[in-house]
């Protein structure tokens, strides 16, 4: 019998390797977080209106292409303070006649979504406190409605080239993509200077996206082109 208050053989190193990740996720998440505090509105609406035109001309483009130009499902966010404004994409989006999900939180935990159809539903986004995002003002779809989107927009604080994400802290996107389909493409949204070559510290339930979308570019991630080398989710040649 081992003694009392001694943890199983082989444990203590993964707990103390896993503290140790966690421990730099929340100072590194601490540091751009105070970044983001310093972001002027206005740059992040001009960041914005660049970031919906790349995601019409490197991103639907291609997709639509594939899928004989029909309109498209896209999980996408409502953005919050600090972050590049996503009400361009989302216009851009509805105005194509593109159906939008949008996450719904609840009490933080649960998965659901909302389905925006018009500039309407837009407009009429509930205004959350504090530094949650605006949510529908409808009834939530379940979790699995992601399973329907043809693109997936995930926010991100930081993501790495093998296309590792550091997000908030919450697991809520973890959970969440979990359900997508196997094909679509996860696309992660950040500035520019948050897309970065050393790796990012990371845990196995940790699911990397496929691509990165700054206001300056798109680029596919190495999980991205592991999936499907060479080709995007619909075997479209990479330009």
Known sequence: MRPPGRA???RTGDMNEQERIDTDKQDRRGRLLEARRRIDPARCLDAG???????AGQVLARIERSLG?????VAAFASIRGEIA???????????????????????????????????????MKRIPGWRPDEPDMPALPAQ??????LILVPALAIDHAGIRLGRGGGWYDRALALRADRTPVV????????????????????????????????????????????????????
């Open 145 to 150: 409605a992601l399973g329907k989107a043809d």
């Open 8 to 10: 199983p053989a082989g």
């Open 49 to 55: 209106r660049k970031l919906a035109d790349l995601l």
């Open 69 to 73: 130009g029909q309109s498209l499902t």
């Open 188 to 239: 992660g949204i950040c500035w520019p200077g948050e897309f970065v070559e050393a790796p990012l510290p990371h845990l196995d339930h940790d699911l990397p996206v496929d691509a990165v979308l700054t206001p300056e570019g798109f680029t596919p991630t190495a999980a991205g082109l592991s999936r499907r080398p060479g080709t995007d989710h619909n075997g479209d040649e990479q330009g």
């Open 86 to 124: 996503m009400d361009p994409s989302l216009d851009l989006l509805l105005g194509r006649g593109d159906q939008v999900l949008i996450p719904m939180l609840g009490t933080g935990t649960e998965v659901g979504w909302g389905r925006l159809q018009s500039r309407q539903d837009l407009d009429d």
